[in-house]
C-alpha cells in the first residue's frame, strides 16, 4: 500500500504562481511513474505531468511551458510548480503513484482557484 498526501494548493490570481508537494508512503520501493492529474468541474480528470524514477518528464499539452514537474527521491515527494496560472486551472489537483504492477494510488486531492 502507498499513502499521498498533497499540499500547496489555494487561492492565486491569474497570472500568479504556486507550488504543489505530494509525499509518498508506505510501499515507496514499488515506484515505477508519479504523477500530477487534475479535474475541473464538469469535466473528467485529465493528466497535468508524469515524472519517471530516471526524471524524465511528460506533460498535458495545455500546461507545457507554465508547469513543471520535479522530484526528490530522496524525500519520496513530487511537486509541481505551476506559473502564470489561468481560470481554466482551477482544478483539484490529485497525486498519483503507480507501481511497477501498474496498479494506481491516488492522493485526497488539493483545490487551486484561480480568481480576481
Known amino acids: 500500500q502507498v499513502q499521498l498526501v498533497e499540499s500547496g494548493g489555494g487561492l492565486v490570481q491569474p497570472g500568479g504562481s504556486l507550488r504543489l508537494s505530494c509525499e509518498a508512503s508506505?510501499?515507496?520501493?514499488?515506484?515505477?511513474?508519479m504523477a500530477w492529474y487534475r479535474q475541473s468541474l464538469g469535466k473528467e480528470r485529465e493528466l497535468v505531468a508524469r515524472?519517471?524514477?530516471?526524471?524524465?518528464?511528460t506533460y498535458g499539452d495545455s500546461v507545457k511551458g507554465r508547469f513543471t514537474i520535479s522530484r526528490d527521491k530522496g524525500k519520496n515527494t513530487i511537486y509541481l510548480q505551476l506559473n502564470r496560472l489561468e481560470p481554466e486551472d482551477t482544478a483539484i489537483f490529485y497525486c498519483?503513484?503507480?507501481?511497477?504492477?501498474?496498479?494506481?494510488?491516488w492522493g485526497k486531492g488539493t483545490l487551486v482557484t484561480v480568481s480576481s
Open positions: 498519483n503513484f503507480r507501481g511497477l504492477d501498474l496498479i494506481d494510488y
Open positions: 508506505g510501499s515507496v520501493d514499488t515506484l515505477n511513474t
Open positions: 515524472i519517471t524514477m530516471g526524471g524524465s518528464a
